[in-house]
């Protein structure tokens, strides 16, 4: 629960005068869809002005600095005024903010550790976004990745994904290209081996977690480090596929 719940009924990890950063539920939009039939629950509280990439809470304004797929949980930064939200989008822009996700991949064959490179192009058709991998060109999107463990029986690898860029869908779509598609994926993974991982480990949803966030301090300058644990649903597929 949010210790400030006239601003966003996320749980809230970090506060100071300038930032706020919150832990977003699986389920929950980053900002409002306007092309939504019906209204969905939002990151943040309040009338959301897409130009200005702005909710008006009745705590007061926030402005959102990046977004998470709904189907990802964790981390999502926000600024209180608007100085502060044009240098934290600066940052982003200059890729000198630090994204790390953890994400379960089914399959194998990683080495302990490397860099994914790849050239992404999304498409806007029929109210769906998509992002493809094109073989060719030069590389756009790059992630770095620990594996952090593997298991044999299962066939899953539990990875630990550093987001150098921040393309749409993109570990995602780097992961599946791979043939390493992220369990619970119903858009770019397996239908088939979804079904069967929901009956036998649980996994009823999408696993990425955006589990931890570093960025200089647009005020202070001091580095800040913030961590969201995996939430207990994450917790007990990893569990029930004997991984710590």
């Not at 966003?8 to 950063?21: A, G, K, P």
């Not at 939002?42 to 959301?48: I, L, P, S, V």
């Not at 931890?212 to 995996?230: D, F, N, T, W, Y």
Request: aromatic content about 6%; glycine content about 6%; some cysteine.
């Amino acid at each position: 629960m949010s210790s400030n719940p006239a601003m966003t009924r996320c749980e809230v990890l970090h506060e100071d005068r300038f930032l706020l950063v919150v832990n977003k539920p699986h389920g929950v939009l980053s900002h409002p869809n306007p092309k939504s039939a019906k209204p969905q629950p939002a990151a943040f509280e309040g009338r959301y002005d897409a130009d200005s990439r702005c909710f008006s809470s009745p705590a007061g304004k926030v402005w959102l600095i990046h977004r998470l797929d709904q189907d990802t949980s964790g981390l999502l930064l926000a600024a209180k005024d608007e100085k502060t939200a044009a240098a934290c989008r600066e940052a982003f822009e200059a890729e000198t903010v630090r994204k790390t996700y953890l994400a379960l991949c089914a399959g194998g064959g990683l080495k302990p550790e490397g860099v994914w490179l790849d050239h992404l192009i999304t498409a806007h058709e029929r109210h769906q976004v998509r992002t493809t991998v094109r073989h060719g060109p030069r590389p756009n999107a790059e992630a770095r990745y620990r594996l952090v463990e593997y298991s044999a029986v299962q066939r899953l690898s539990l990875v630990e994904i550093e987001l150098i860029t921040g393309k749409t869908h993109q570990i995602r779509v780097q992961a599946a290209s791979r043939r390493l598609p992220l369990v619970g994926d119903d858009v770019y993974g397996s239908f088939e081996l979804n079904r069967k991982l929901r009956q036998s480990l649980g996994a009823r949803r999408l696993f990425l977690h955006a589990h931890e966030l570093r960025l200089k301090h647009p005020a202070s300058g001091q580095m800040i480090s913030v961590k969201a644990p995996l939430p207990p649903d994450l917790v007990s597929v990893l569990e029930a596929a004997g991984l710590k």
